[in-house]
């Protein structure tokens, strides 16, 4: 898992969140917010309230640093994220919205100048320097190594100012470009990147000191208020305080292009404001509605919208450590939620075809698989369990999906190895069915056989002549009971609590197996017909079909094809409903 700290700076990788200084919000149209949403306090794991208003938050180690508006720096220990305590409180002459952190060094961003602390002591930071222009109101700073970037508006123009910064205590200016975004700022590679209204732009700062507009985006909906931005890989991702989320490639600098709009591809994040990138997540804060939305932007090449925790403060901006956000929440202060896992929703899994098969023995099973569908992506399918044809049986297979986040589901299939079962179609009052080469024309009977009531019935397989009788002692409760020739109890099975009006018994002899069918005809339960199997092994249901109460009376017959296979058909008596053939 990657954890992005401040101390990433030094290498430019991509900022943690955003650099962003909070504006009077403009009233927009409130979007209605999709899918999954969770109360904030399902996830938080710790607050601090602070004196002021948090503003932005950076974490180095143990400590979280909040820029606490008019109270200046709030220093936060985090060592128990739990029970995070105040540490320290530096009071900045102006009104501190921005922090960084490069180094040992604290920048602050406050209002007419940039504060410069020591993190000697990381508990308590102390005065090193200050910056200041006459005219210039500094919105945001981002340092790395000996390099300090700050945005503002000088005399009106808003400009990015580089300062070197090798002895913190007198930074000299080296640098000024005049660019178009002047709320948000990050730092990745050679270049920053500006955020601001509808403008981003991208600056080339390899050639420092020498600051050189290499490229700017504008967005074609004017409504568009940029107040986040944060880059990964060529993508730079914007948080829009009116639209939501954007993507702008940036391979090219010269040609930045739209590769995805909130408003049209996926939901948005009303009064959208800090932004931090994290293990494949986006975290984008709401000022409006408070708490974070989270995208995956690593599955599917584009964001997925993944979760969101709702809260009841602004979040106006967030950085990410150790699996933990870092939310700096306005009146609320600082607030610890847990993102270990920001995908809680497992995958959806539905089994291709028939959830409970029927194979005819020495048939052949192909298993279909899956559909695998999920709200990131990056599943896999791990399944278990064979399907022996050569035994009758039930098999149950098992497909175990997992998505990236580790969401497991679980689905099972159950494989039936016995009689299969089709529909008979009715023609001039006739079936046909076909058994092995030969075609039998059936007509529906003109009733169903005798009911078999308390009496022996006596089946020679040649080797192991068995007895077969229902007992009707119980009239409720009938019974199957089965003995072998030598008097020895086979099996005895309690029937459904019906009346014994109706019953019937067909036996069907194999070498190894006997196939025995019985149907009930209850007057209030439905009809339901039965086909076991029965070996020395034990006693097996293979398959039961209920018809619907009142419907007539089930009735069978065996017939036996032309390759020795048995099918059996159930009719309902009197009606024209469609029989079914169950075959071996």
């Known amino acids: 898992m990657i954890h992005f700290t401040t101390l990433n700076r030094h290498l430019r990788t991509p900022c943690p969140r955003s650099r962003l200084f909070v504006l009077t919000l403009a009233t927009v149209g409130l979007f209605v917010w999709p899918v999954v949403t969770r109360a904030a306090t399902d996830k938080i794991i710790g607050t601090f309230n602070t004196d002021g208003t948090a503003q932005d938050v ?60 020591s993190l000697g002591n990381p508990a308590a930071p102390a005065f090193l320097g200050a910056y200041a222009a006459t005219g210039l109101t500094v919105t945001n700073v981002v340092a790395d190594g000996t390099h300090l970037y700050v945005l503002g508006a000088l005399t009106g123009t808003t400009v990015l100012e580089v300062l070197n910064v090798a002895n913190a205590g007198s930074p000299v200016k080296t640098g000024s470009l005049a660019v178009n975004g002047g709320t948000a700022i990050a730092l990745s590679g050679n270049y920053v990147y500006t955020a601001g209204g509808t403008k981003l732009d991208i600056v080339d700062i390899s050639a420092y000191p020498t600051l050189t507009l290499a490229g700017t985006y504008t967005d074609p909906n004017a409504a568009a208020v940029y107040r986040g931005v944060q880059v990964y890989g060529s993508i730079a991702y914007i948080n829009d305080a009116a639209l939501g989320m954007h993507g702008v490639a940036i391979a090219t600098p010269a040609a930045p292009t739209p590769t995805f709009e909130s408003a049209t591809q996926f939901p948005s994040t009303p009064f959208g404001a800090g932004i931090a990138i994290s293990n494949g997540y986006v975290f984008l804060t709401q000022t409006a509605a408070g708490g974070l939305a989270i995208y995956d932007i690593t599955s599917t090449g584009s964001p997925v919208y993944v979760d969101t925790y709702s809260g009841s403060a602004p979040a106006n901006a967030v950085t990410i450590a150790n699996d933990v956000a ?200 439905g009809l339901t017909a039965t086909i076991f199997n029965v070996s020395k092994s034990g006693f097996k249901s293979l398959k039961r079909v209920t018809v619907t109460p009142g419907t007539g009376t089930l009735v069978m017959k065996w017939l036996k094809g032309y390759t020795n296979e048995y099918a059996l058909v159930t009719l309902v008596k009197g009606k024209t409903a469609t029989p079914y053939v169950w075959r071996y």
């Open 58 to 117: 950076i974490v180095v180690g143990n400590y979280a640093y909040v820029a606490d508006g008019s109270n200046g720096v709030a220093v936060v220990n985090i060592s128990n994220p739990a029970a995070p305590t105040l540490a320290y409180t530096y009071d900045t002459p102006g009104t501190a919205t921005q922090v960084n952190v490069s180094g040992s060094v604290l920048y602050v961003a406050d209002t007419t100048a940039v504060q410069i602390l």
């Open 326 to 525: 870092y939310v700096a929440a306005g009146s609320a202060g600082l607030q610890l939620i847990n993102v270990a896992h920001p995908d809680a929703i497992p995958p959806a899994v539905t089994p291709i075809g028939d959830l409970a098969p029927v194979v005819a023995p020495g048939g052949k099973y192909t298993d279909p698989g899956v559909t695998v569908t999920d709200n990131v992506g990056g599943t896999g399918t791990e399944t278990s369990g064979t399907v022996d044809t050569s035994k009758v049986g039930e098999y149950l297979l098992t497909y175990i999906v997992t998505d990236r986040a580790g969401n497991t589901t679980t689905v099972k299939r159950r494989v039936i190895v016995g009689p299969s079962i089709e529909k008979l179609k009715l023609k001039n009052n006739t079936y046909t069915l076909p058994v092995g080469k030969k075609r039998l024309i059936l007509k529906p009977f003109a009733g169903y056989r005798g009911a078999v009531l308390g009496r022996k019935l006596i089946v020679d397989t040649k080797k192991n002549p068995f007895y077969v009788f229902i007992a009707t002692g119980a009239i409720r409760q009938p019974k199957f009971v089965m003995y072998n020739a030598s008097g020895k109890l086979v099996t005895r099975q309690n029937l459904i609590a019906i009346s014994v009006n109706g019953l019937q018994v067909a036996i069907v002899p194999n070498p190894s197996t006997l196939s025995i069918f019985f149907t009930i005809a209850p007057k209030t339960n």
